[in-house]
């Protein structure tokens, strides 16, 4: 008897089968008239307030790219007019004083530890030494150190992208995404390049995937385009190439193979360069000594490098320009490249601020005339390009952004030479980064 009532009871009988169709029905009359109770939300576009953040984020890092340059801008005119030997006192008294700056106020730290915080830090960029890093960077750069201001701009709108997260109380990736777009907003100020700057704000950060941040991709747009706009109006920059290169006419599918060949040599100067900055990273490191006192010895070796070669003092910006209209002996070119690389290293170890990716394009224009006067009938624009873009993939591992980069910036407009040259300098890179950060937690392990 017990058998037979627990099967009536599980039997589907047809009162059974209406009370379930009731009670559905039911259950979806009470979800209709809480979405009833619910204020009316209608938006058929992508469109959302998150792209105010990102926006109101663009607007506030191209303002205060837009500054650094006037100050830096000023700073610079002031200083270059010290010419001859007074550029080494110059470079050394403004070297004690950045030092001073990173001593008392703080050290705002480099480029690696960037990468760290937004990699491992939850996309945290710390504030807190930004004085620091704008005071000692307008010091460092004004006065003719070999670093640009790319580094100090993207460390100062990366943390001001992460206190806007703060502030609107975002967290994990939204936080993290906030900050990368900080930081593609700053570098975008100084190139002109939207898409790149974006790019490179998600490229520098992890060297084997750079989709792995790639939720941050369309954030780090915007941010990039409305900086871009209000730098632009502050600076009056207006559109076309910083560079100006001669016009680069396609003769056939050797090009491409000349921008690889190009590349194996300006790859085998990124491995020069990060092997002098070791070496003199071992030197400046070998006795414990005050970051004022390295600055200070720092900026006496670059006043002197800067006595004997005036075009490796600055980081390029304008020197590159100087350089190809310039009628250099094949002599002369070689010693402007080889010290050039030597100031880069000394202003990266010595404890000034600054960054390495428009030196590096000069280092690369500089090797471009090398080749182009040993065999003159290759295509200069072609050298100087390929070089440009395979020594920097080769140090920054960034050889997408590198492309965008380098045909906004010369007026290249094929891309596929210089992705060749990209590609070929990123393959050739150690397999150590010079970015230490960059590392895998199981390279980091292993070394």
Request: glycine letters at 10%; proline letters at 5%; a positive charge.
């Amino acid at each position: 008897m017990g058998v037979e009532k627990i099967k009536t009871t599980h039997t589907n009988t047809p009162e059974n089968n209406s009370k379930a169709v009731k009670l559905k029905r039911r259950r979806k009359l009470v979800t209709y008239l809480n979405i009833l109770d619910q204020p009316v939300r209608f938006n058929p576009f992508v469109f959302s307030r998150t792209f105010m953040l990102w926006a109101l984020l663009g607007l506030i890092g191209g303002v205060i790219a837009g500054v650094y340059w006037i100050v830096l801008e000023f700073l610079t005119h002031q200083l270059a007019f010290f010419s001859g030997w007074q550029v080494i006192p110059v470079m050394a008294i403004c070297g004690l004083l950045a030092g001073f700056i990173i001593h008392y106020i703080g050290d705002p730290g480099e480029i690696h530890l960037i990468v760290n915080n937004i990699r491992f830090n939850k996309g945290k960029l710390d504030p807190k030494n930004n004085p620091s890093m704008v005071l000692s960077s307008l010091l460092c750069i004004a006065s003719g150190g070999s670093l640009g201001p790319e580094a100090p701009l993207v460390q100062v709108t990366g943390s001001t992208g992460t206190w806007l997260g703060k502030l609107f109380r975002l967290k994990g990736e939204e936080l993290r995404s906030l900050s990368i777009a900080g930081m593609a907003s700053g570098f975008t100020a100084l190139f002109g390049a939207p898409l790149g700057g974006s790019l490179f704000s998600l490229e520098i950060l992890h060297h084997k995937h750079a989709v792995e941040y790639y939720k941050a991709i369309i954030p780090a747009f915007v941010a990039s385009c409305f900086s871009y706009l209000v730098f632009a109006l502050i600076v009056h920059l207006g559109l076309g190439p910083t560079w100006d290169l001669s016009a680069y006419e396609y003769s056939g599918i050797f090009d491409f193979g000349h921008a690889v060949l190009f590349a194996i040599i300006g790859a085998a100067f990124g491995w020069t360069f990060i092997f002098c900055t070791k070496f003199f990273k071992t030197v400046f490191e070998k006795r414990p000594i005050p970051i004022y006192v390295k600055t200070l010895i720092g900026g006496i070796l670059l006043g002197v490098i800067a006595f004997y070669f005036p075009i490796t003092r600055y980081f390029g910006h304008y020197e590159i320009n100087e350089l190809l209209n310039g009628n250099f002996s094949m002599t002369l070119l070689f010693a402007i490249l080889i010290f050039k690389i030597i100031a880069i290293s000394i202003t990266v170890t010595s404890g000034w601020r600054g960054g390495f990716i428009i030196p590096l394009f000069f280092v690369g224009a500089t090797l471009g005339l090398i080749i182009h006067q040993l065999f003159p009938s290759i295509n200069l624009t072609l050298a100087i390009v390929s070089c440009m873009a395979a020594i920097n993939a080769c140090v920054t591992r960034t050889p997408m952004s590198t492309t965008i980069l380098l045909a906004t910036l010369t007026g290249f407009g094929h891309f596929i030479p210089i992705l060749f040259a990209s590609l070929t300098g990123y393959f050739l890179a150690p397999r150590i980064p010079f970015i230490s950060s960059q590392m895998e937690k199981e390279e980091k392990i292993m070394t």
